[in-house]
């Protein structure tokens, strides 16, 4: 879904369904479904969307052109496009096991390559460049400095990697790493830090607003800091986590919200991080607590639970009250059951702040 920025530059709004699609071709095409069904239920012409590929998917998408041009004739049938994919994500199965490559790893820079070769194929015609996300480097806990060494060549051949694709394609695809709570980017510091030594010309930052809440900045204050280190917010994905100023009268309804074998993070602004929701319930750390756990952008939890509402609010209106937008794509992701009424309400919110409506949207280039 296009939308107009006052400057006349588009911004790209794309809808992720979490539940995963299957590991082979037949399986993502009948994912796609899902998506058409969506897009007949907002009424617009066009839907965008964003993919999670699994790596042995990727790996045999990237080699056979044949399979991606029937992707791609597929995702154009259903009035649906695609400018990003999503790389976040690596285990098959779904459920991120320790041993999943971390960005000291080549599997992780061989499948992101994959991702952006069969990105350039799946691009709108008038399109010419795209995004793909990653991870934020890996987990904190085991970082050590012979993975920070290994990352840093490693990232130096995505770039070198990046810059083929442009130049066999034509088409640009920029890699968004995702900070999250625990892992080696997480709070802007870090972030900063990294892209220090990184090409900040085809390497960015992917927010995801329920991750940036769950580390207590101050979102406005975090995208300056980034700008003013000439890092790139290539996505955004409008997103709110679960809050709870006061825990221990809130257990019952926090209760609720822990789901066995999908762990919810739990921040405190003291910096205090627990694994799991249902382990900072026995353990009580001191509150105000938030939970990374994906509020509906159109509900409210029960009370005494709040979502952090008002952290993707600021976030938005800093990226698209300038000159120019502060960043090119921007994602919502939900179930399937709850797509439509949220990706409305999404719009709306981008509306209120002046982004046009999709048919008054010119093409990206």
């Given at each position: 879904?296009?939308l107009?920025?006052?400057?006349?530059?588009?911004?790209?709004?794309?809808?992720?369904?979490n539940?995963?699609?299957?590991?082979?071709l037949?399986?993502?095409?009948?994912?796609?479904?899902?998506?058409?069904?969506?897009?007949?239920?907002?009424?617009?012409?066009?839907?965008?969307?964003?993919?999670?590929?699994?790596?042995?998917?990727?790996?045999?998408?990237?080699?056979?052109?044949?399979?991606?041009?029937?992707?791609?004739?597929?995702?154009?049938?259903?009035g649906?496009?695609?400018?990003?994919?999503?790389?976040?994500?690596?285990?098959?199965?779904?459920?991120?096991?320790?041993?999943?490559?971390?960005?000291?790893?080549?599997?992780?820079?061989?499948?992101?390559?994959?991702?952006?070769?069969?990105?350039?194929?799946?691009?709108?015609?008038?399109?010419?460049?795209?995004?793909?996300?990653?991870?934020?480097?890996?987990?904190?806990?085991?970082?050590?400095?012979?993975?920070?060494?290994?990352?840093?060549?490693?990232?130096?051949?995505?770039?070198?990697?990046?810059?083929?694709?442009?130049?066999?394609?034509?088409?640009a695809?920029?890699?968004?790493?995702?900070?999250?709570?625990?892992?080696?980017?997480?709070?802007?510091?870090?972030?900063?830090?990294?892209?220090?030594?990184?090409?900040?010309?085809?390497?960015?930052?992917?927010?995801?607003?329920?991750?940036?809440?769950?580390?207590?900045?101050?979102?406005?204050?975090?995208?300056v800091?980034?700008?003013?280190?000439g890092?790139?917010?290539?996505?955004?994905?409008?997103?709110?986590?679960?809050?709870?100023t006061?825990?221990?009268?809130?257990a019952?309804a926090?209760?609720?919200?822990?789901?066995?074998?999908?762990?919810?993070?739990?921040?405190?602004?003291?910096?205090?991080?627990?694994?799991d929701?249902?382990?900072?319930?026995?353990?009580?750390?001191?509150?105000?607590?938030?939970?990374?756990?994906?509020?509906p952008?159109?509900?409210?939890?029960?009370?005494?639970?709040?979502?952090t509402?008002?952290v993707?609010?600021?976030?938005?209106?800093?990226?698209?009250?300038?000159?120019?937008?502060?960043?090119?794509?921007?994602?919502?992701?939900?179930?399937?059951?709850?797509?439509?009424?949220?990706?409305?309400?999404?719009?709306?919110?981008?509306?209120?702040?002046?982004?046009?409506?999709?048919?008054?949207?010119?093409?990206?280039?």
């Amino acid at each position: 879904m296009r939308l107009r920025h006052h400057s006349g530059r588009v911004v790209h709004l794309s809808h992720g369904i979490n539940e995963r699609p299957a590991r082979d071709l037949p399986a993502v095409v009948e994912h796609l479904d899902v998506y058409a069904a969506v897009r007949d239920q907002l009424a617009v012409e066009t839907l965008g969307v964003s993919l999670w590929l699994p790596p042995t998917l990727a790996a045999a998408l990237a080699i056979d052109t044949r399979s991606r041009t029937r992707l791609r004739a597929e995702i154009a049938a259903r009035g649906l496009e695609i400018v990003t994919l999503s790389g976040v994500a690596y285990a098959e199965g779904g459920d991120e096991a320790p041993e999943v490559p971390d960005w000291s790893s080549p599997a992780r820079l061989e499948y992101t390559l994959d991702l952006a070769r069969i990105l350039t194929d799946l691009l709108p015609e008038d399109a010419v460049r795209g995004a793909v996300t990653t991870t934020g480097l890996g987990p904190r806990d085991g970082w050590d400095e012979g993975k920070g060494r290994a990352s840093a060549r490693i990232l130096s051949r995505l770039s070198a990697g990046l810059a083929e694709v442009a130049w066999s394609t034509g088409r640009a695809v920029r890699v968004g790493f995702q900070p999250e709570p625990g892992f080696v980017l997480d709070d802007t510091a870090s972030i900063v830090e990294a892209f220090g030594r990184l090409d900040r010309e085809r390497l960015g930052v992917s927010l995801d607003l329920c991750n940036l809440a769950c580390t207590w900045q101050d979102p406005a204050a975090a995208l300056v800091q980034f700008a003013a280190a000439g890092i790139s917010v290539i996505r955004v994905r409008i997103a709110a986590a679960l809050e709870a100023t006061q825990p221990v009268a809130a257990a019952a309804a926090l209760r609720g919200y822990v789901a066995p074998g999908h762990p919810h993070q739990v921040t405190n602004p003291a910096g205090e991080r627990v694994a799991d929701l249902s382990q900072a319930l026995d353990d009580l750390p001191p509150g105000p607590w938030r939970v990374r756990c994906h509020v509906p952008l159109h509900s409210t939890p029960p009370a005494p639970l709040t979502a952090t509402t008002k952290v993707w609010q600021s976030a938005l209106r800093h990226l698209t009250g300038g000159e120019h937008p502060g960043t090119e794509y921007l994602a919502v992701e939900s179930s399937a059951e709850g797509a439509s009424a949220e990706i409305a309400y999404a719009k709306s919110a981008l509306g209120e702040l002046g982004l046009s409506p999709p048919a008054e949207a010119c093409a990206a280039r």
